[in-house]
């Protein structure tokens, strides 16, 4: 018995395997139910006493020889590439990083977040937009600038179709189709005939806000966009208004923010003033109403709208705006513990 167990213990050393099946061949083989190691135990039982010491000693020795082979030839195995023929390993781990979020998306979700937390819902519309619901609904007069092949991209006379120069478009569609109260933002993207320049691009983001209710008055319009501001910028934020034309609005205005870079005290980005403009304004005007087949002596609303890029520069301290656009995976990458 001696001597086979030594005989089995030198098979055991010399073994390798190949692949995996060869490996299971040598498991069962030895240490299956009817294998050679609880053979040797069943025959231990007729060793004499006086050996049983030594016997019991070396087929543990067998035993624990045969379980440290396949431990370290399973590790062998697992190292080598599962499909070596193809040349491809579809075990290795990917090498790719995780992608991130956009920063205007960032700042895009950021704004539809606290808006939301204050019962307003999120609306989308077409970018290819007609005449009807990107101007002529909005009160622009026929000989408005706005119009002017300076400003917007025109795709077709007739029907008079352009892109959006901007997502009041999509308010126009929300107030056609629903009665007061309304109270809804409309984040997209948005196009306008531009030089590309570090502050302006032909393409960019907006997210537009528009509440319709009764007895909506511009106090509530300023306790909005002041809780806004407060919960982007920090509470410490103050807010300014100046007054502003825009057709669809009367009246109008521009909100200011206090300088987040300076705490209002001056800097190059608020150019030495303390303030940074950050949207516009005001309270709908009822001929808007009106063309959206909602009674404007019941209701009255209030409308904002505020470039994305702008405020994302303004949080992030971003100096060009064209960095937003060309997907500079150095550029990206500042903003992973963004999410
Ligand atoms: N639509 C305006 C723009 O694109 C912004 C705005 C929206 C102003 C609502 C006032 C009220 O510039």
Known sequence: MKNKINNLLKEVEAFS?????????????????????????????????????????????????????????????DEQPVSQSSGFDL?????????????????????????????????????????????????????????????????????????????SSVQVRVMEKTQPPIRTISPGR?????????????????????????????????????????????????????PSYFPFTEPSAEMDVSCNICGGKGCNICK?????????CGMVDPNVLEACHIDNKKYTGFAFGMGIERITMLKYQVNDLRLFFENDLRFLKQFESAR
């Open 17 to 77: 395997a190949e692949n995996p099946e060869q490996l299971e061949a040598f498991r069962i083989k030895f240490l299956s139910k009817k294998g050679l190691v609880p053979a040797l135990f069943v025959d231990f039982k007729t060793v004499a006493p006086e050996d049983r010491r030594e016997m019991g000693q070396l087929i543990n020795t067998l035993k624990q020889a045969v379980q440290n082979k396949i431990v370290n030839l399973k590790d062998k195995l």
């Open 91 to 167: 075990s290795l781990p990917a090498s790719s990083p995780l992608g991130t979020r956009h920063p205007l998306a960032i700042v895009r979700n950021e704004i539809i977040d606290i808006f939301s937390r204050i019962g307003f819902t999120v609306s989308e519309g077409p970018e290819i937009e007609d005449d009807f619901h990107n101007f002529t609904a909005l009160n622009f007069p026929k000989e408005h600038p706005a119009r002017d092949m300076q400003d917007t991209f025109f795709i077709e006379k007739d029907p008079d179709l352009a892109l959006r120069t901007h997502t």
């Open 190 to 242: 948005v196009f306008r005939n531009e030089a590309i320049s570090a502050r302006a691009h032909c393409i960019f983001h907006q997210v537009e806000g528009l509440y319709v209710d009764e007895e909506v008055s511009f106090t509530d319009l300023k306790q909005t966009l002041f809780y806004f501001a407060r919960e982007l910028f920090g509470e410490h934020t103050k807010i300014r208004f100046r």
């Open 272 to 280: 030495y003033t303390g303030w940074v403009e950050i949207l516009g």
